[in-house]
């Protein structure tokens, strides 16, 4: 489903048709991606679920199997995609995401640079963030994953805003018909130090950078080349503290996810402390929100920098790439 306008695919207010990328989600942790095809069906744990019952309700709906279990249909969000790819090498998750979008300025409208593309699940959000008038270019020196992520960004209704290319960065650099047209450049390579002179020619005037790298080795060297060209180094390493919330009753019961749990032995009530701990509220069931075991720690440190800018004349300015 190669929706016409970028940006209605995008829209988690609509029905959905045949030809959908829908989300199952069944709990937090169990979601898968499904293309929804009338004569097809999904059978898991909770029973045999008919596509034909999908087709016309909108996003968000419930639907159930014929052994009366239940999950629920999603658009397939940036943020979903990211929990559902397949995963061809690392990726960057949500809280890096929201960081890169944020901390690069990206907006509507942006030109971004992107090596490598990977499994893509960055350049899924900066695809939303530059829509509808922008564009993101990605580039991987793997051909096999430079052509799994273009059938991806199909099936996410992302291909009009993003070109894949196939390139050695490290060894190349970007192509030179972007140089001075881009709103921010994105790395994550081996070795982005490589990379950084040609992200440096390719950037606006004031234009931004970021590189991801997993050791601190890859950072003092990025930064190295960096101080040339580039201004307002700033490295930052983004940890997330994730919670689990659920809703605890008495007996074993059915929550309000696919699957059912058992209520854990009885705690004296507590309140919310400042370390956070578990937290019950009264009521109806009751509210528990405890750290994950499982959080994720490091990830990778995020290098951002600004390209130098020389004043010039009747206000007018030149970045260090012509000078
Ligand atoms: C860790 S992955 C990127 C993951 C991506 N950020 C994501 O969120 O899915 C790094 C990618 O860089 C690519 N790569 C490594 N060296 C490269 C080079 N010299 N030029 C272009 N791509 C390169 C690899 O093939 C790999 O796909």
Same mark, same amino acid.
């Given at each position: 489903m190669i *929706?016409?306008?970028?940006?209605? /695919?995008?829209? +988690?207010? $609509?029905?959905?048709?045949? &030809?959908?990328l829908? %989300?199952?989600?069944?709990?937090?942790?169990?979601?898968?991606?499904?293309?929804?095809?009338?004569?097809?069906?999904?059978?898991?744990r909770?029973?045999?679920?008919k596509?034909?019952?999908?087709?016309?309700?909108?996003?968000?709906?419930?639907?159930?199997?014929?052994?009366?279990g239940f999950?629920?249909?999603?658009?397939?969000?940036?943020?979903?995609?990211?929990?559902?790819?397949?995963?061809?090498?690392q990726?960057?998750y949500?809280?890096?995401?929201?960081f890169?979008?944020?901390?690069?300025?990206i907006?509507?409208?942006?030109?971004?640079?992107?090596?490598?593309t990977?499994?893509?699940s960055?350049?899924t959000s900066?695809?939303?963030?530059?829509?509808?008038?922008g564009?993101?270019?990605?580039?991987d020196?793997?051909?096999?994953?430079?052509?799994? *992520?273009r059938?991806?960004?199909e /099936?996410t209704? +992302?291909? $009009?805003?993003?070109?894949? &290319?196939?390139?050695? %960065?490290?060894?190349e650099?970007?192509p030179?018909?972007f140089?001075?047209?881009?709103?921010?450049?994105?790395?994550?390579?081996?070795?982005?130090?490589?990379?950084?002179?040609?992200?440096?020619?390719?950037?606006?005037?004031d234009?931004a950078?970021?590189?991801?790298?997993?050791c601190?080795?890859q950072?003092?060297r990025?930064?190295?080349?960096?101080?040339?060209k580039?201004?307002d180094?700033?490295?930052?390493?983004?940890?997330?503290?994730?919670?689990?919330?659920?809703?605890?009753?008495?007996?074993?019961?059915q929550g309000?996810e696919?699957g059912?749990f058992?209520?854990?032995?009885?705690?004296?009530?507590?309140?919310s402390?400042?370390?956070?701990?578990?937290?019950?509220?009264s009521g109806?069931?009751?509210?528990?929100?405890?750290?994950c075991g499982? *959080?994720?720690?490091?990830?990778?440190?995020?290098t951002?920098? $600004?390209?130098?800018c020389l004043?010039?004349?009747?206000?007018?300015?030149?970045s260090?790439?012509?000078?």
């Amino acid at each position: 489903m190669i *929706a016409t306008d970028p940006s209605e /695919k995008l829209s +988690l207010y $609509r029905r959905i048709r045949e &030809g959908d990328l829908v %989300i199952v989600y069944e709990r937090h942790d169990s979601m898968k991606a499904v293309k929804v095809a009338e004569g097809s069906v999904l059978q898991n744990r909770f029973g045999v679920f008919k596509h034909s019952d999908w087709i016309g309700k909108p996003f968000g709906s419930k639907v159930f199997s014929n052994k009366n279990g239940f999950v629920y249909l999603l658009a397939p969000t940036p943020e979903l995609w990211t929990l559902v790819l397949s995963h061809r090498t690392q990726i960057l998750y949500i809280a890096d995401i929201s960081f890169v979008i944020m901390y690069l300025e990206i907006v509507p409208g942006c030109i971004v640079l992107e090596s490598g593309t990977g499994s893509g699940s960055l350049t899924t959000s900066l695809a939303r963030a530059v829509a509808p008038t922008g564009h993101v270019y990605t580039f991987d020196f793997h051909e096999q994953r430079a052509v799994s *992520a273009r059938v991806d960004f199909e /099936k996410t209704g +992302l291909s $009009r805003l993003v070109t894949v &290319g196939v390139r050695d %960065i490290q060894g190349e650099g970007f192509p030179d018909e972007f140089i001075g047209r881009v709103d921010s450049v994105f790395l994550d390579l081996p070795q982005p130090w490589l990379a950084i002179p040609s992200a440096g020619k390719m950037l606006k005037p004031d234009g931004a950078l970021c590189s991801f790298s997993p050791c601190i080795e890859q950072v003092q060297r990025s930064c190295e080349t960096l101080k040339t060209k580039f201004t307002d180094i700033r490295t930052f390493e983004v940890l997330l503290r994730t919670y689990e919330v659920k809703e605890v009753r008495e007996t074993s019961c059915q929550g309000d996810e696919g699957g059912s749990f058992k209520s854990p032995p009885r705690k004296k009530r507590q309140h919310s402390t400042e370390k956070g701990n578990v937290v019950e509220a009264s009521g109806p069931g009751k509210i528990m929100a405890k750290p994950c075991g499982e *959080a994720r720690g490091h990830t990778g440190y995020l290098t951002f920098a $600004r390209l130098k800018c020389l004043p010039l004349k009747d206000n007018q300015v030149c970045s260090l790439r012509s000078a």
